[in-house]
């Protein structure tokens, strides 16, 4: 990932209780195509950083409960 532009990190608004959360900075999608990913809690720590469409389709498949425990 190669960018003068700095990622703008954000929680999801479900986020709220303070637990085991991400961050992502959604801003470098139509820059570089991608969508960096952080642990919230360890900010200085590792990133990692997804293909922008492999991204989405993860979101999509969350939104559908495709990872629902049964």
Not at 3 to 31: D, H, M, Q
Not at 61 to 66: D, F, L, R, S, W
Request: proline share 7%; glycine share 8%.
């Amino acid at each position: 990932m190669t960018t003068n532009e700095s990622p703008r990190w954000f929680k999801s608004s479900y986020s709220n209780n303070g637990g085991n959360c991400i961050e992502v900075a959604a801003n470098l999608t139509a820059s570089c195509g991608v969508v960096p990913v952080r642990d919230s809690k360890n900010p200085r720590g590792p990133v990692l950083v997804f293909p922008a469409e492999a991204f989405s389709s993860f979101v999509a498949a969350v939104a559908q409960g495709e990872f629902e425990r049964s």
